[in-house]
């Protein structure tokens, strides 16, 4: 178990460029998350995956924000045309849904990528 | 909807000091409730969760109990370490067409001096 990792750490971009994001999870979890986090403030959630399917968006993820996972592995967030607001940090997180009654769903977070937008 | 409150921070404790940081919620549903700790530039760390009224949640000396009836899950410690300096997060997971979604507070500092 090597945990969830994210790349690249840091990313400084200038407003209107485009900028895309990994995310690789646990490798036996099915299900992952995409969060943003501003200074001061807990993650807000932006959208969910279960293997492949994009089954939740969050109304932050706005029409400039697309998320994918193609094969059900890893995962990409590429933001287009990035504004001064874009600037956060993302966080992307991985579970495994518990058998047997509980569907209680712990997530286990990668350390984040730092968008700076100049 | 649902929505997490905290304490508002900075706090800032003593090496074997007692600390409370007390965490409210609403949630539309039966929730599952967690915290989460973030040491400097570090990601998130699940610390202790409890899934159901009473369960009390512990890690590391750390405690939680799921007080349904007043809404509630204050974590506690009876003694901090140099190295419980964090940022701490309450949390709360609801199922249902809302289970993709942890929804959080806005995260309590916790600095603890030698």
């Known amino acids: 178990d090597t945990g969830v990792s994210q790349n690249p750490r840091h990313k400084i971009t200038k407003r209107g460029q485009n900028v895309t994001f990994r995310c690789d999870p646990i490798s036996e979890h099915n299900r992952l998350y995409w969060y943003r986090q501003t200074l001061g403030q807990g993650p807000e959630f932006l959208t969910y995956?279960?293997?492949?399917?994009?089954?939740?968006k969050s109304r932050l993820l706005s029409d400039r924000f697309s998320a994918e996972r193609p094969k059900g592995s890893f995962s990409t967030l590429e933001i287009q045309r990035t504004e001064q607001g874009d600037s956060a940090m993302y966080l992307c997180?991985?579970?495994?849904?518990?058998?047997?009654?509980?569907?209680?769903?712990?997530?286990?977070f990668g350390p984040g990528t730092r968008l700076t937008v100049l | 909807g649902n929505s997490v409150t905290q304490m508002e921070g900075p706090v800032t404790l003593s090496e074997e000091a007692f600390l409370t940081i007390n965490c409210t919620y609403t949630a539309t549903g039966y929730p599952s409730l967690f915290w989460y700790v973030q040491y400097p530039g570090e990601g998130l760390q699940l610390l202790l969760k409890a899934t159901k009224a009473d369960d009390k949640g512990s890690n590391k000396g750390f405690e939680a109990t799921y007080r349904k009836e007043t809404t509630s899950f204050h974590l506690e410690k009876g003694s901090v370490q140099v190295s419980d300096s964090a940022v701490y997060f309450c949390?709360?997971?609801?199922?249902?067409?809302?289970?993709?979604?942890?929804?959080f507070g806005q995260g309590t500092i916790l600095t603890v001096h030698p």
């Open positions: 997180a991985s579970s495994f849904p518990i058998a047997g009654g509980s569907i209680t769903d712990t997530q286990y």
């Open positions: 949390a709360l997971w609801v199922g249902g067409t809302s289970y993709g979604k942890l929804t």
């Open positions: 995956f279960q293997n492949e399917a994009q089954l939740e």
